[in-house]
């Protein structure tokens, strides 16, 4: 069975590396990695290749940057190319990036299998690019697999049958065990001058965030702030770097006492900074999983998000520019209280993914 595991962008690498790794172990299965050139630069894809031991990719599409449509035309018609050569058995698609969106459009119109990991996960907010990704490549794909009962319910709602959603778990879970001893080995902490569990880690690059120079100016102005009270690294996003640089912020930070800012990092130092952290300041997706995971506070500026069980049952907080200080405060001075993580959220995602692969029966998908 020949299957394409789509991957675009940082988020989507440690999401394909469990399966792609699981797939392998199978004799009947033949995954062939398919980057679409999404993100390019070494710290944000080629180091995730290296560190989760994925072959170089087998097809490599290189669309690169550009407006939505541009990025979204590319894939299109470069993947299109590929699918009439090769007609692969199946199609994965991971997350809600340009690249998951496009791959789904250009296979299921040549009535190619395809599959979305990470299915059903709605923030409701359609200012989002991610959400009309995570809208389209839903209704069209044929297997959904669900990360938690949220987005199965979401699923339903939206008139899916029943027959094409499987609760699987959250694959970013089996990527952070897969990496356990190395994260824990990494001693970051170290390099930065920095002590265990007295900092806060920043990953800030979503357009509703960054892409304002107003807005931009007020974040700096809060981390500015909360540095002079305790250290703060904060990797910068490609994105966020150059929308600083713009508006002629990044000396604002530059000068922030506490105020750490580094390189996009690599998963290993990355998560190691995560697991030793006192909590994140954050508004990726991935950062709110892996938070409630680890149990470790996540202030979430955001107003929405696609990924409530981490509010409801994990350390996620959803915060605004005037409430986060003390939301902050709240979860710095508070009891950590249980913790427990959401049901399949366990690192056997990637096997459960592969019985699903190899019970499918097209005759009933249809
Ligand atoms: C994309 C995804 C988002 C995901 C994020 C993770 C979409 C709509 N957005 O957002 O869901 O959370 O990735 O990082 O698909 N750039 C570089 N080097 C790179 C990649 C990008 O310099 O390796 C620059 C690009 O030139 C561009 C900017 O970063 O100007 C943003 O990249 P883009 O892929 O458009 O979106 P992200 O903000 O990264």
Known sequence: MIIHLIAAARPNFMKI??????LKREDWAHPVIVHTGQHYDMNMSDSFFEDFSLPAP???????????????GRVLMRYEGVLFEKRPDLVVVV??????????????????LVAHLEAGLRSFDRSMPEEINRLVTDALADILWTPSPDADENLIKEGIPQHRIQRVG?????????????????SMTNHLG??????????????????DPEK?????????????????VFPVHPRTRKNLEKAGLAPVLEKASGVHCVEPMRYIPFMNLVFNGRFVITDSGGIQEETTYLGIPCMTLRPNTERPITIH??????????????????????????????????????????????????????
Not at 95 to 112: F, P
Not at 216 to 232: F, M, P, T
Request: charged share 25%; glycine share 8%; hydrophobic share 35%.
């Open 95 to 112: 997350g809600d990036v340009n690249s998951t969106m496009a791959a789904t459009i250009a296979a299921t119109k040549l009535g190619i």
């Open 170 to 186: 959250n694959i970013m879970i089996d990527s952070l065990e897969l990496m356990r001893e190395k994260i824990n080995a990494a």
């Open 216 to 232: 931009l100016r007020s974040i700096c102005d809060l981390l500015a702030k909360v540095g002079r009270e305790i250290d703060l």
């Open 194 to 211: 920095l002590e265990p569990g007295k900092y806060g880690l920043v990953t800030l690059h979503r357009p509703s965030n960054v892409d």
């Open 17 to 22: 590396a469990p399966l792609y790794h699981a």
């Open 58 to 72: 087998d097809i490599h599409l290189g669309v690169g940057s550009g407006t939505h449509a541009e990025q979204t």
């Open 313 to 366: 049952q994990g350390t996620n907080r959803l915060c605004t520019l005037e409430d986060i200080e003390e939301k902050l405060r709240k979860a710095l001075n508070g009891r950590a209280g249980e913790h427990r993580p959401p049901e399949f959220w366990d690192g056997r995602t990637a096997g459960r993914v592969v019985e699903s692969i190899r019970s499918i029966d097209r005759t009933e998908i249809v």
